[in-house]
């Protein structure tokens, strides 16, 4: 298997700082990422805890830069961790959100294909979330 990575990426009509305002704080995701619709997002010490479809996950966040940079780690319940780099870039006036997925090993086309969808679809989300106004 080779190792793959893809660059999902949306263009969102909102300044850049307004975008990364939102999406970096954790307290938003279930308005947007399909994996934690419904399920509140809760603070536990350094890290933040959700409920997704696979159980709870634990979630770790970059601090706050001025550089638009979202990166996090998501540990699942079977305790693997996953890098996600994430961006929101500055277009003059808007913004593009860029999410790297990259496959991890062992894992097969079709659950890679899937976690692209997925990821594409949480975009979709966030770029909707924001052009209507959070």
Same mark, same amino acid.
């Given at each position: ?24 704080? *954790?307290?938003?995701? *279930? ?5 934690? =619709? #419904?399920? @509140? ?11 997704? @479809?696979?159980?709870?996950? $634990?979630?770790?966040? =970059? ?15 079977? #305790?693997? =961790?996953?890098?996600? *780099? ?5 277009? #003059? ?5 860029? +999410? ?11 659950? +890679?294909? $899937? ?12 770029? $909707?979330?924001?052009? =209507? #106004?959070?």
């Amino acid at each position: 298997m080779k190792p793959a990575s893809r660059h999902i990426s949306t263009a969102i009509e909102r300044p850049a700082a307004e975008v990364y305002a939102y999406a970096s704080d *954790p307290i938003h995701l *279930p308005q947007w990422a399909a994996g934690l =619709t #419904g399920s @509140p997002v809760e603070r536990v010490d350094d890290h933040w805890l959700a409920d997704s @479809p696979m159980g709870q996950v $634990r979630i770790n966040f =970059t601090g706050q830069n001025p550089y638009g940079v979202l990166d996090h780690e998501v540990t699942l319940p079977s #305790g693997e =961790t996953i890098y996600n *780099p994430m961006r929101v870039i500055a277009d #003059g006036g808007t913004c593009e959100v860029v +999410f790297t997925i990259r496959r991890r090993p062992g894992m097969s086309e079709e659950d +890679f294909a $899937r976690d692209v969808e997925a990821v594409a679809a949480d975009l979709a989300g966030l770029k $909707r979330v924001a052009e =209507t #106004g959070y």
